[in-house]
């Protein structure tokens, strides 16, 4: 299965791309973050456990 983490500045564009990736059995939304959300930060982890990580804080 394939994990990614959406970034997308406009909420309602972000549900749109989540609802459309989220009907691929093999794709997994582990994360999505809004501008508001600082999304700049989730770029600068080099592995999906770290983000995971920052995530639950």
């Known amino acids: 299965m394939l994990k990614i983490v959406i970034v997308e ?3 309602f564009t972000l549900l749109g791309i989540k609802t459309a990736i989220s009907q691929s059995p ?3 939304v582990s994360g999505e973050a809004t501008q508001t959300m ?3 930060d989730y ?3 080099n592995t999906l456990q770290e983000l995971e990580d920052k995530m639950k804080k």
């Open 9 to 11: 500045r406009e909420p």
């Open 26 to 28: 093999d794709i997994e």
């Open 38 to 40: 600082s999304g700049d």
């Open 43 to 45: 770029y600068s982890y």
